[in-house]
């Protein structure tokens, strides 16, 4: 495993510990050159899965990229990167369960945005402004009555 701060091609392994949910291997790893230490998983893949754009276009799907998108809107909450985890991997089986090897993006976001729901609500109007495309403040406050959210906060 390459290391992610000096680019050397080899590290050591210190410590392997299934995950939480069991879902991956999570290894400890140490670079023999710089001395730095990292975290990395390792996990099944049980099929290869194809997003279908709305612009018809298709595209590999990108573990890491639901990762970042989750963690964007996540930025500064008090979530645990182990929920985090959880919640990506969650997600990831919904989507190799359904059967199919071309999944429409739309699901991947209502997925995203029921798995956020329950996590954390602030989480959940972020990311929903970004996928819903909030272009000013009603629309905020459409999706925070809609959402039963709005009594709530007042």
Do not use: N, W
């Amino acid at each position: 495993m390459r290391c992610p701060f000096c680019g050397h091609l080899e590290s050591q392994v210190k410590d392997s510990r299934p995950s939480e949910d069991s879902a991956a291997i999570r290894r400890r790893r140490l670079c023999p050159e710089c001395g730095g230490r990292f975290t990395t998983f390792e996990r099944v893949q049980l099929r290869e899965l194809t997003i279908l754009k709305r612009s018809g276009r298709r595209a590999p799907f990108d573990r890491e990229k639901l990762v970042r998108s989750v963690s964007i809107a996540l930025r500064k909450r008090p979530v645990d990167p182990e929920r985090v985890e959880r919640l990506v991997s969650a997600i990831v089986r919904q989507l190799e369960s359904m059967g199919e090897t071309e999944i429409p993006s739309h699901v991947v976001g209502e997925l995203v945005m029921k798995a956020l729901k329950s996590l954390d609500e602030v989480a959940y109007v972020r990311y929903a402004s970004v996928y819903r495309d909030f272009r000013q403040t009603d629309d905020f406050a459409r999706f925070l009555s809609d959402e039963g959210l709005a009594d709530e906060a007042g």
